[in-house]
C-alpha cells in the first residue's frame, strides 16, 4: 500500500510559478511510475507530466511542455511539478499518482493505482 501526499499548491497570478511536490510513503517500487494529473469541473481528467522512478524518463502534455518540469528525489521519494509561466488554463486540483505503468501509456490514469488527495491551484488574471 502506498499513500501519496500533495503540497504546495495555492493562489498565483498568471505568469507566476508554483512548485508542487508529492511525498510518497507505505510500499513503494523502483518500477513505479509517478504521474501528475488535474482535473477542472466539468472537464476529464487530464494528464500533466509523469516520471519514472529508476530511470528519470519524463513525459509532458502538450499545454505544459516548455513551461513545468517534472523531477524527482529517491532519496525522499518525492515528486516535484515546477510550474512556471502559469496561466488561468492551468487552475485545477492537481493529484499524483503511482503505480507500475508501462512507458507508453503513462498518459492514461486508469493505469495508475495509488493517488492522492490533491492540491487546489489557482491562477489569477
Known amino acids: 500500500q502506498v499513500q501519496l501526499v500533495e503540497s504546495g499548491g495555492g493562489l498565483v497570478q498568471a505568469g507566476g510559478s508554483l512548485r508542487l511536490s508529492c511525498a510518497a510513503s507505505?510500499?513503494?517500487?523502483?518500477?513505479?511510475?509517478m504521474g501528475w494529473f488535474r482535473r477542472t469541473p466539468g472537464k476529464e481528467r487530464e494528464f500533466v507530466a509523469a516520471?519514472?522512478?529508476?530511470?528519470?524518463?519524463?513525459y509532458y502534455a502538450d499545454s505544459v511542455k516548455g513551461r513545468f518540469t517534472i523531477s524527482r528525489d529517491n532519496a525522499k521519494n518525492t515528486v516535484y511539478l515546477e510550474m512556471n509561466n502559469l496561466k488561468p488554463e492551468d487552475t485545477a486540483v492537481y493529484y499524483c499518482a503511482t503505480g507500475v505503468v508501462h512507458t507508453i501509456v503513462v498518459r492514461l490514469g486508469k493505469n495508475y493505482d495509488y493517488w492522492g488527495q490533491g492540491t487546489q491551484v489557482t491562477v489569477s488574471l
Open positions: 516520471i519514472t522512478w529508476s530511470g528519470g524518463s519524463t
Open positions: 507505505g510500499r513503494t517500487f523502483s518500477s513505479y511510475t
